[in-house]
């Protein structure tokens, strides 16, 4: 078995205990702190996603980061960190990143006893898992193949040189066997599956790939949004949305924890159909919905350039800040302050409810007043 920590500070992940769940700060703090912080370390990767959000940022060769000293110095400012996110690229591809920025951040996160996230394709060898397993709490990763020719044509619909066939195989049977490893010996692994056109037809092939053959922890759904490198994709309308969210709950496998992120359908929304598949929602067992972390208590940070951005809302903002020159929760109040996230952040304690991010709100209700819809709930639940 895998020696993975259970810390003395740290409760197992479960359906109870989400700690990217950006409203754990509300019941802790009564206020958005920053929390969470996502640390790009790499911009290689061995694929070329054509949903990639930051496919656009991919290189063949990295910089030289940031000291260590820096990043370690401005970790040590966030008071209130609980959780840490490690990106890329694929965070496992280069050896000498892994060596010189992973490993010192999850060790660094492992010792103040901060949960931490890996996303990764999966698809590398398995012993660079199994060298880092016992510092990560959640692996994750991006699971939207509903065909093998869907993983061979999209998964490296990006890249210019393409790798022989044989070899996109061998990487997707790589991927599937590594869930299950790890998964088998210990390690709490989450597929995320987006919703766009090309995912839904094949849904209930993939819900139970992830719940048979890589016998994974939780099966993650979220919207996807034109942000970025995937603006181009096709992305589901409201009302088709909302169709494959209830026939997921038709066919999910009751016992597996789904995880729902950034849902386009809030309580504030004056729709029956709306409300009823909420309702469903918090009715159906093992099911979650998670407020969006980002822009409420998170920020990534580039250890290359130290340029902060409020995750994904890249398109919107761009980089806000950098950490050679700002100390992170400075950063993060004057961003809670700015006119967006002023018109964005509203907050329904009746329902848990952190609103919408600008994605949501600009691709579905560009007209919708959020800071009004909340001030309308307040008045018909009381909440203070």
Known sequence: MLNLHTSNVKKPISITNDPWEAYNDMRDHNRLTLSNIEFTTTNLCNMRCSHCAVGYTLQTTDPDPLPMDLIYRRLDEVTDLKTMSITGG????????????VKPLLKYAFDRGIYV??????TLPLDRYLEIAEYIDVMHISHNWGTIDEFTEVGFGAMDKQPPLKAKLKLYDQMLLNASTLSDQGMFVSAETMLNQSTVPHMEKIHNEIVHDMKCQRHEIHP??????????EVLSLKEMKTAIHHLLD???PDLWMLFGTLPIYPCINDEQDQALLQRLREAPNVT???DPDGRNRLNVNVFTG??????????NGTISNIKNDKLPDVFNQWLASPL???????????NCLGPNVLVKNM?????NFKEQERKMHQIYTMS
């Open 341 to 351: 996230a002023q018109s964005l952040n509203c907050h329904c304690s009746a329902f």
């Open 289 to 291: 919905m998670r407020n």
């Open 117 to 122: 996230q890996m996303n990764s394709n999966l």
């Open 251 to 253: 066919i999910r496998d």
């Open 90 to 101: 694929e965070p496992m591809f280069s050896k000498k990143s892994i060596r010189n920025v």
């Open 224 to 233: 996807m949004y034109p942000a970025d490198f995937a603006s181009q994709l």
């Open 307 to 316: 340029n902060v951005i409020v995750t994904d809302f890249g398109d919107e």
């Open 364 to 368: 579905y209700y560009p007209q919708t």
